[in-house]
């Protein structure tokens, strides 16, 4: 069981930004941040392996930063430059399998556990 909980969302203007934390019970092998908007699919926005690779959705390349601080346990997404297509239901996703040929994904179906969401709202 892996337990995640996600800090730091809020409202910002267009061109703002804001760093999303997710705090877990423990270090998962594969982590990822998705994102829900009223009436669309969840997608995936970012995710990162154990050993630091990461993978990116392009609409936000150049413009999210993914990150986990080992000594606690803790995942973040720098998101920068943010736009009002960006507002959404952000939730931190993880799965402790060590696949490394599976991880850094995007696929929902991949990840196990789940946080409970933080509301990023953009504004123009």
């Known amino acids: 069981q892996v337990q995640l909980v996600e800090s730091g969302g809020g409202s910002v203007q267009s061109g703002g930004s804001l760093r999303l934390s997710c705090a877990a019970s423990s270090s998962p092998y594969c982590m990822g941040w998705f994102r829900q908007a009223p009436g669309k699919e969840r997608e995936g926005v970012a995710s990162i392996r154990s050993d630091g690779h990461t993978t990116y959705a392009d609409s936000v390349k150049d413009r999210f930063t993914i990150s986990y601080d080992n000594a606690n346990n803790t995942l973040y997404l720098q998101m920068n430059s943010l736009k009002p297509e960006d507002t959404a239901m952000y939730y931190c996703?993880?799965?402790?399998?060590?696949?490394?040929?599976?991880?850094?994904?995007?696929?929902?179906?991949?990840?196990?556990?789940w946080g409970q969401g933080t509301q990023v709202t953009v504004s123009l």
């Open positions: 996703a993880a799965d402790p399998r060590p696949a490394r040929y599976a991880c850094p994904t995007l696929y929902l179906s991949w990840y196990n556990y």
